[in-house]
């Protein structure tokens, strides 16, 4: 196993691709050293041509290019453009070509070329994983010939036509990611037929559209706040969206015209989902339609063994968090500025100590606007210099715990009572009064190790239930909870 390491503002191409002598381009790792088995990783910068790129990038198979995963991407661009001919689909403009057994994980990419793809899978099964693919001129992510990737935990954000396109007779696996401002969320075509999973399809013209002969299967998808229609299928398409003995437990909910339309001559099954059944067109079998859970008393079927089940079983029960239709909580979900704030106006009384910021990324009919306005004039969050407040973003452990602390007016920490943590050189200064604040107040929960704070680490839902609780507990709005993992 190699790991060759690529930096365009400190590496040369006549290095030897080490930690201390980087290769300059992602194109002279591959070229020159990256066998199956080899790991390139890659400094946080712009690649492009201008960096000395040569486009599309071919990763070979078994060769995993890997940026920063717990920010998607963020900081690392793989920026441009070059011509691939796809046996199954003519002249193409791409940025990256995955083989089978590659990777691609934790990088930003974009292509700004007329009909530019961000990344192409032809006939071959890759991984994409935790990375953001954003202003690509036609999509994201094409895969098509006998692909079946696993397109997993991604944020597909202001494309020009869709996030994920498949074609052919693709299948593989589309779970846990973002689709948000395209015109298509997801657009099947062909004989594609993914599993489509835990998605986030929101704020598209139209969520998912269905064509040709596609056949997917949708689990536990939410599609929320789309233009158009939530899913749309035409032609002799066929979604397997649930059944009486595998509920769909898809969540479709204020898309602007239809939740669901069928355009098709044959009934489309979708039973067990949560929508409303006066905004669906066409042929369906709905079963029983499932209502909006309630989350008092629910038992998830997902945290029996979790470190954190005591915490959110107990705000189960207050109303303050609510899982999934399909009766899971999924406590290693990482937790959005957005969802976040969300969280805080069921946690917390939030009194008005300020005026609005008015931000410029957060649409009058943004799913969580109310929220953020509450938790911004509340004083539990702030935004950006540059007036945003980058609602996608992922909240780290230091961002939550410095805004309990500041949200609740908490002060009186001892800078000395941070020796407890082994990291606590990581900690940010400008946090290092809110987190021996909390610190002395048993606030902070630290899973798996109680003296390691992992303060840049993105947060779950199941440390963020932890975090808010042990707040209620300091505030004494909660009972006490023996953990061994309160610090």
Known sequence: MTTLYVNPQTGSDSAVGSQSSPFKTIARAIIGRA??????????????????????????????????????????????????????????????????????????????????????????????????FTLCKREGVFATGTANPAILDNIFVANSAAGV?????????????????????????????????????????????????????????????????GLTAVGKSLPDMGNAQDLGGNIFQNNGEFDLQNATEVK???????????????????????????????????????????????????????????GTFQPYEIVTRAQYAAMLAKAFELVPRREATVFKDVAADFWAKGAIDQANRAGFLAGYP??????????????????????????????????????????????TDEIATAT?????????????????????RGEISALIYQTLVATNRAEPINSPYIV
């Not at 067990?272 to 859970?293: C, H």
């Open 440 to 460: 002395e107040r048993k606030i902070v929960v630290n899973y798996p190790a109680r003296e390691k704070l992992a303060p840049a680490h993105d947060i779950t």
């Open 165 to 229: 396109i498949m074609a052919g007779t693709a299948k593989g696996v589309i779970r846990r990611n973002i689709f948000q401002k395209t015109v298509l969320g997801i657009s099947l075509q062909a004989q594609s037929a993914p599993l489509i999973a835990d998605n986030q399809i929101l704020e598209n013209r139209s969520g998912i559209v269905l064509a040709g002969e596609s056949q997917p299967i949708l689990r536990n998808n939410r599609i929320e706040k789309n233009t158009e229609d």
């Open 268 to 326: 489309i099954f979708a039973v067990g989902n949560q929508l409303n059944s006066s905004r669906v067109k066409g042929l369906f079998d709905l079963g029983n339609v499932t209502p909006t859970p309630t989350p008092g008393g629910l038992k998830f079927s997902d945290i029996s063994t979790h470190w954190a089940k005591d915490f959110i079983d107990r705000l189960a029960k207050m109303n303050i968090v609510s899982g999934f239709p399909n």
């Open 35 to 132: 066998a199956s088995g080899t790991t390139i990783q890659l400094a946080p910068a712009t690649y492009s041509t201008a960096s000395g790129e040569k486009f599309p990038l071919e990763i070979p198979s078994g060769v995993k290019v890997i940026g920063n995963e717990t920010n998607k991407g963020r900081g690392t661009l793989i920026q441009g453009s070059g011509k691939f001919v796809s046996p199954t689909a003519a002249g193409q403009n791409i940025t990256i070509l995955l083989a089978t057994n590659s990777e691609l994980r934790g990088v930003t990419v974009t292509n700004l070329d007329s009909r530019g793809t961000g990344v192409w899978i032809e006939s071959t099964s890759p991984t994409v994983a935790n990375c953001t």
């Open 386 to 431: 540059d007036s945003t407040f980058r609602p996608e973003q992922n909240l780290t452990r230091t961002q939550a715990i410095v805004s309990l602390v500041n949200g609740l007016q908490l002060a009186g920490g001892n800078p000395n009572s941070l020796s407890v943590y082994v990291d606590r050189a990581q900690i940010p200064s400008f946090a």
